[in-house]
Nanobody, 125 residues
Framework: QVQLMESGGGLVQAGGSLRLSCTAS????????TGWFRQAPGEEREFVAG????????HYADSVKGRFIISRDNAKNTVYLQMDSLRPEDTAVYYC??????????????????WGQGTQVTVSS
């Protein structure tokens, strides 16, 4: 069983930055595709960014393109989400998710096998 642990959330002013981390419990997770999702109160969970294991290609939601960057450090079993130019509408609980098939990055939550517990990101105006 793979366990994912997010960290790095917090409170930041609009225009500021945060870096989220997602660390997996087992080495084999380095073969996984990993995605970040977020869920605001009363809203559905939505895809934010994802990274394939094979080739390391990345995918972003239109709302975060040019502001967020996803990256991975396989030696540390960790995936990062660098978030810059944050806006109040980015406020949500951010979740890390992993998929055993590392060749594909789904944009729907049902495409992932493992989930973290979430970390709160709050952007004040």
């Amino acid at each position: 069983q793979v366990q994912l642990m997010e960290s790095g959330g917090g409170l930041v002013q609009a225009g500021g930055s945060l870096r989220l981390s997602c660390t997996a419990s087992v080495r084999t997770s380095s073969n996984f595709a990993t995605g970040w999702f977020r869920q605001a109160p009363g809203e559905e969970r939505e895809f934010v960014a994802g990274i394939r294991y094979f080739g390391g290609s990345t995918h972003y939601a239109d709302s975060v393109k040019g502001r967020f960057i996803i990256s991975r450090d396989n030696a540390k079993n960790t995936v990062y989400l660098q978030m810059d130019s944050l806006r109040p509408e980015d406020t949500a609980v951010y979740y890390c998710a992993a998929r055993r098939d590392g060749s594909f990055v789904p944009t729907r939550s049902r495409g992932y096998d493992y989930w973290g517990q979430g970390t709160q990101v709050t952007v004040s105006s």
